[in-house]
């Protein structure tokens, strides 16, 4: 079974910069579709941002301009997190999407303070 670590949470000041890693370990699905989601308290697993085979980058609208993922090598894709206020703090998920198949990382823990 392919497994997905993330990593690069932690606290941060309101206003700040983060940057979350996430790789697998499937050596035969190279560039594949992957994402980044996330889960606060009480609230639904929410897409963040996702980038397919081709390159194409997809944001939420609620971080369009502020994030960025990128796709660092054919197993691994950070996401860059800038301008980060309270509703950010939630627990960031890495997705990965082989087929009909979605995959997900253990999540890492990210929290904002005033």
């Known amino acids: 079974q392919v497994q997905l670590v993330e990593s690069g949470g932690g606290l941060v000041q309101a206003g700040g910069s983060l940057r979350l890693s996430c790789a697998h370990s499937?050596?035969?699905?190279?560039?594949?579709?992957m994402g980044w989601y996330r889960q606060a308290p009480g609230k639904q697993r929410e897409l963040v941002a996702r980038i397919s085979c081709d390159g194409t980058a997809n944001y939420a609208d609620s971080v369009q301009g502020r994030f960025t993922i990128i796709r660092n090598g054919p197993r691994t894709v950070t996401l860059q997190l800038s301008s980060l206020q309270s509703q950010a703090t939630a627990v960031y998920y890495c997705n990965l999407r082989i087929a009909s198949a979605d995959l997900w990382g253990q999540g890492t823990q990210v929290t904002v303070s005033a």
């Open positions: 499937g050596s035969i699905f190279s560039r594949a579709d």
